[in-house]
């Protein structure tokens, strides 16, 4: 099928190849890709501060870019919530509501599309190395994502995954990280602390944006160990 990618901003202006791997992944399986390099932010911060007007300014080009897409994948649990989840609620009462709804219908986390939709585990990833697995908040709680990354780290030949004993906000939220740094970074280090404890090497996650957070707590901390996108782990060889 032709695959339309919505790329967060966080992965294409910071980590440009978990954007880069998500593409391998998904022609290695066959799939053609469309990239609407011209859409931007989802609306998230706006949506997520109560500015649903401003929101649907960013969210309305999105809207217009993505209804004649046969498939969308985002590599985020964050901004797959919005599209997938939030779209609807943001346009409920207004023209777009019907597009919204049908978009979110279409709209996949990129783990989710691949073991979901496609029922592919399998990748033939070689990561050698000893990692725990971070759940975002919103993948985990409003997309429901929990066995799908680990069915698809499961296969992956010489990673060893070793759970975290809790599953805990990592601190970032987007704008909570702005409004609420003291918290923030508490919250930060309570996860550093419960990674350092498993002795992985590596964080997974599905969201940048959370790593991002994670990985500057841990370098100011002196830990050694490294995060890296679910897609830059399927992809590798």
């Known amino acids: 099928m032709t695959v339309t990618l919505f790329i967060p901003c966080f992965v294409d202006l910071l980590y440009p190849k978990a954007g880069i ?3 391998r992944v998904l022609e290695q399986l066959g799939h053609r890709i469309d990239f609407p390099a011209e859409l931007n932010c989802c609306g998230q911060p706006s949506f997520n501060s109560g500015y649903w007007e401003e929101a649907r300014v960013a969210a309305e080009p999105v809207l217009q870019r993505l209804k004649n897409a ?3 994948v985002i590599p985020s649990g964050s901004c797959g919530a919005m599209l997938k989840v939030f779209y609807p609620q943001l346009f409920a009462g207004t023209p777009q509501e019907d597009q919204a709804r049908a978009l979110s219908a279409k709209c996949w986390e990129f783990s989710d599309f691949l073991v979901t939709k496609l029922g592919v ?3 033939g990833a070689h990561f050698p190395h000893r990692v725990t697995f971070h759940d975002g908040c919103h993948g985990l709680r409003e997309l429901g994502l ?15 995954l ?7 906000c990592c601190g970032f939220g987007g704008t909570f990280a ?6 923030s970074t508490a919250m930060g280090e309570v996860k550093c602390a419960q990674a350092a404890e498993t002795g992985a090497e590596y964080i997974v996650s599905n969201d940048s944006s959370c790593l991002m957070h994670i990985q500057g707590l841990a370098d100011k901390q002196g830990r050694k160990f ?11 060889r």
Do not use: N, Q, Y
């Open 21 to 23: 791997s998500l593409v």
């Open 70 to 72: 046969e498939a969308v």
């Open 121 to 123: 585990t399998d990748l």
């Open 146 to 160: 929990k066995k799908g990354p680990r069915a698809l780290l499961s296969k992956v030949r010489g990673l060893e």
């Open 162 to 168: 070793v759970e975290l004993k809790e599953e805990v």
């Open 178 to 183: 702005s409004k609420f740094p003291m918290i």
């Open 226 to 236: 490294k995060t890296i996108h679910l897609a830059e782990v399927l992809a590798s």
